[in-house]
């Protein structure tokens, strides 16, 4: 998707607050963020058939807490309330009952596409299997199961009532475990013609019950159209909560760095000169109070890991305006930076 197809984001667009987390669920907002102001976030939709990988994720987008606040205070996107924002979007404006039905017709619809579709691909592949044993001549080799009927009941005790009993005990009743039909069942063709397929027998059994395969569970990723919602008055004065560190975020970002958090190496931040999809990160950042104490393990740690990933630990802060001088080099408290920032950067030698 190019800048092209994202000129219908108008500024400002909404970032949904739901359960302290902040959301962005247009494709075309998520576009346009990275390519205009550097903001990447983290896909975190999974996938309805695949729900328990996590390699390949979707919408919606998560932002950190200092995203969307740098965001908000550029005046180009507002904070709203997702389950109010739904609420007052679709129960508000007096959802009838007709358009519900016909919004779980839809989703039903959706999902015996993706059902059949996925029984198709089942079918194909047994259908392929068989033709390929079938050119071999060895039927050994085929299992039971592909010759049986999808429907064909299993070997079950079945309660019979006592006069049956009595009569299957002297011999008037015939003789239903006779063997026959599983000998016609798994006997091999006659003249080495492939059997019929279980596609077949499946395509008629499902056309004979019209129900058709089970639907799956369609689970929308977005309200569509997407929700717009206006902001309001106090748009402006509700600002996400944000770590100390955001300072040194907003820093980098307006140096134009890519910001993604850095739990896999135990930081706050990772800097990329450019878009993740194309740089390694450089920096692992860390921000502090000016007059924070730490444990300089803590820096001898961060320093030997950032130089053993081939990275720059990175510390910064914000400085307090008066008491930037006092290292006596006569740098101001804005020489850091428009925020006053000062960053300094570990690399461990010898490694």
Request: net charge negative.
């Amino acid at each position: 998707m190019s800048l092209a197809d994202t000129a219908a984001v108008e500024e400002p667009f909404p970032i949904f607050e739901l359960a302290h987390r902040f959301i962005l669920y247009d494709t075309a907002t998520i576009t346009y963020v990275r390519a205009k102001y550097n903001i990447a976030g983290v896909l975190i939709g999974g996938l309805p058939q695949a729900p328990q990988q996590n390699v390949f994720l979707g919408v919606p987008l998560e932002l950190m807490p200092e995203e969307a606040r740098l965001l908000c205070e550029k005046g180009v996107a507002h904070v709203v309330d997702d389950v109010k924002a739904h609420k007052q979007s679709f129960l508000g404006r007096g959802l009838g009952d007709e358009e519900r039905r016909a919004y779980q017709a839809s989703l039903r619809k959706q999902g015996q596409a993706a059902a059949g579709q996925a029984a198709k691909r089942t079918e194909d592949r047994k259908k392929a299997g068989l033709t390929k044993l079938a050119e071999r001549g060895d039927w050994n080799d085929i299992p039971e199961d592909m010759f049986r009927s999808p429907r064909a009941p299993t070997k079950k005790k079945v309660k019979r009532p006592t006069g049956e009993v009595d009569a299957a005990a002297n011999g008037d009743a015939p003789n239903a475990m006779s063997g026959d039909d599983d000998e016609q069942l798994f006997a091999p063709p006659k003249g080495g013609l492939l059997p019929q397929s279980g596609l077949s027998r499946t395509t008629s059994n499902t056309s004979v019950s019209g129900g058709g395969p089970e639907p799956y569970a369609i689970t929308p990723a977005t309200s569509y159209p997407p929700l717009t919602s206006a902001p309001s008055d106090d748009a402006a004065l509700k600002l996400p909560d944000v770590p100390p560190s955001y300072p040194l975020f907003k820093h980098l970002h307006e140096n134009e760095y890519f910001m993604a958090p850095g739990l896999r190496f135990g930081c706050q931040y990772m800097a990329y000169p450019g878009d993740p999809l194309r740089f390694h990160s450089h920096f692992l950042c860390n921000g502090m109070d000016w007059d924070q104490e730490f444990d300089l393990q803590d820096l001898v740690g961060g320093g030997r890991l950032g130089t053993g990933v081939k990275k720059g630990f990175l510390i910064g802060g914000q400085v307090r305006i008066g008491e930037a001088d006092e290292s006596g080099d006569g740098q101001s408290a804005t020489d850091g930076g428009e925020e006053g920032v000062r960053t300094f950067c570990v690399e461990w030698g010898g490694m």
